[in-house]
């Protein structure tokens, strides 16, 4: 069974600008959460997304959206990016919701904001 | 391809018992260790390891790593239920983090 994907793996942007980060979760997964790790830091939880449908949210400004499609894909949008965007996110996907459900983590994408 | 590896999968105990938690990796240019916590959707971190053999302890939680072996263990002393959570163990490698499936620990009292 393939596993979480992210793409792209890297990207570099500058201040201003706006970002879309794509996830595709492993088959038959349909909840998808993004955080960020920025260095030195633990994991920051964005949201979470299950059914189409933002079930959690963490405590990021409104610059930070996403949405997913109905074949459980999720898309993280930052627009108007500053400087300490830069980070490694990080989607993970499970099979339902629920702290019980066991999440896969994909590789991340790094973002890098000049 | 890297990996991680988390054992045991689940782990069942009492409080005041002692649980070791193991995790094992294979990554090309290895740069951390990271332990995480997660009781809901965001995990929290533990601990970060770089050095081999250098226990880092914050109260009952202690963990060490061994490059040469390639893993770390996480011990908790005198567990409470209030640990009752999934450990992670992820490893940093060069523009990349890889975790593992994490221990899910139950402390019943």
């Known amino acids: 069974k393939a596993g979480v994907t992210q793409t792209p793996r890297y990207l570099i942007k500058t201040r201003g600008q706006q970002v879309t980060l794509s996830c595709s979760p492993i088959?038959?997964?349909?909840?998808v959460s993004w955080y960020q790790q920025t260095p030195g830091q633990g994991l920051q939880f964005l949201f979470e997304?299950?059914?189409?449908?933002?079930?959690n949210k963490g405590n990021f400004p409104g610059r930070f959206s996403g949405r997913q499609f109905s074949n459980s894909r999720s898309e993280m949008n930052v627009s108007t990016l500053e400087l300490g965007d830069s980070a490694l996110y990080l989607c993970?996907?499970?099979f339902g919701l629920g702290t019980q459900e066991t999440q896969y983590f994909g590789p991340g994408t790094r973002l890098l904001v000049l | 391809e890297d990996k991680v590896v988390q054992s045991p999968l689940s782990l069942v105990v009492h409080e005041g018992d002692t649980v070791t938690l193991n995790c094992s990796y294979e990554?090309?240019?290895?740069?951390?260790l990271l332990w995480y916590k997660q009781e809901k959707k965001a995990p929290t971190f533990l601990f970060m390891l770089?050095?081999?053999?250098i226990e880092k302890k914050s109260g009952r939680l202690s963990s060490i790593l061994d490059k040469k072996e390639l893993f770390s263990i996480l011990n908790i002393t005198a567990t409470q239920t209030g640990d009752s959570a999934v450990y992670l163990c992820?490893?940093?490698?060069?523009?990349?983090?890889?975790f593992g499936k994490g221990t899910k620990l139950t402390v019943n009292p």
């Open positions: 993970a996907s499970s």
């Open positions: 088959s038959g997964h349909r909840s």
């Open positions: 997304y299950f059914s189409e449908t933002q079930r």
């Open positions: 990554v090309t240019n290895f740069r951390s």
């Open positions: 770089t050095s081999s053999g």
């Open positions: 992820a490893v940093e490698a060069t523009e990349k983090l890889v």
